[in-house]
């Protein structure tokens, strides 16, 4: 019985472990990952675009497209190598009164210097649009105020004037200082020297075009006064003519294409180097 017994808890025990074992958990399923597929990189093509310009139609960035002339720079006050030298303090050659007539202006010791009465001086060829230097001093005696102090200008196309003036601690209106529209448009800043001193324009112009009477393009200025910029890119409303205390002219028809005028306003003004490039609209 005893055996039996035996027997019966060993044959118990033994199946007590293989339940115990086959009721263990089954291990956790590995994650699988499964590799991307590799999308073929799509073939992208060139962007090419163009530009239509006055010389054809170019590529962006087309080393056969026609490279501008190449020009020498002048050196300090000198002119470019392209520019047309109006006055070098010789001699007036190029210029000469209202009528056609020689000029009452004298030159003394590199510049030429407006006479009381002798009038405008302007140059024998006609200019449009341009690039124009002038290099300017109001007398170093001081004398007057306000606009009689100092007084000239310079007209571009017969017509157009950017004002001088010696506006060095010397109140006036603003849009008629140096360096003005006159009467149409105030200069960003007041970047003028001492009176005597010389001082600069770097003018670039757009000139005004007429059509059967009426404007069709009007004039623009960018000036920069002694390295400054002081108008940027200001388009004219109308002229720049004298109407009164509080008036001023409307636009007139014009030539294409005018003289470069420098003004007698009464006042001794001085005027060196000035040069002009022509250019293409």
């Known amino acids: 019985m005893t055996r039996v017994l035996l027997i019966v808890a060993s044959v118990s025990l033994v199946g007590l472990i293989t339940g115990c074992a086959t009721e263990k958990p089954a291990p956790a ?3 699988q990952v499964q590799a991307a597929q590799a999308q073929p990189a799509g073939e992208q093509k060139p962007v090419i675009e163009y530009v239509d310009t006055p010389t054809g139609r170019w590529m962006v960035h087309d080393e056969n497209r026609p490279a501008p002339p190449v020009i020498t720079p002048g050196a300090r006050r000198a002119a470019p190598s392209d ?3 109006l006055f070098d303090g010789t001699d007036l050659s190029k ?3 209202t009528k056609g007539g020689e000029s009452k202006w004298v030159i003394r010791e590199g510049y030429m210097e407006s006479v009381k009465g002798a009038g405008y001086i302007q140059t024998k060829a006609k200019y449009a649009s341009c690039q124009l230097h002038v290099e300017f001093a109001t007398p170093e005696k001081v004398e007057g105020t306000g606009q009689g102090r100092g ?3 310079v007209f571009l196309q017969g017509e157009y004037e950017v004002q001088v003036l010696d506006s060095y601690e010397n109140k006036t209106y603003p849009d008629g200082q140096c360096a ?4 149409r448009a105030v200069p960003l800043v007041n970047a003028c020297r001492k009176p005597g001193e ?7 112009f757009h000139s005004a075009i007429f059509k059967d009477g009426k404007i069709v393009r009007k004039p623009t200025f960018t000036i920069l006064q002694n ?3 002081v108008q940027d890119h200001v388009t004219l409303e109308g002229g720049t003519q ?4 509080h008036a001023i002219s409307p636009f007139q028809p014009i030539p294409d294409k005018g003289s470069i005028q420098l003004q007698d306003h009464g006042n001794p003004e001085r005027y060196r180097n000035i040069w002009i490039r022509e250019l293409k609209d």
């Open 83 to 85: 520019a047309d030298i």
């Open 95 to 97: 210029w000469s009164d």
């Open 227 to 229: 390295g400054v910029l």
């Open 180 to 183: 003005a529209l006159y009467g």
């Open 29 to 31: 399923a590995k994650p």
């Open 151 to 153: 007084n000239s200008g």
């Open 242 to 245: 004298w109407r009164g205390a």
């Open 198 to 204: 010389w001082q600069t324009y770097d003018i670039i």
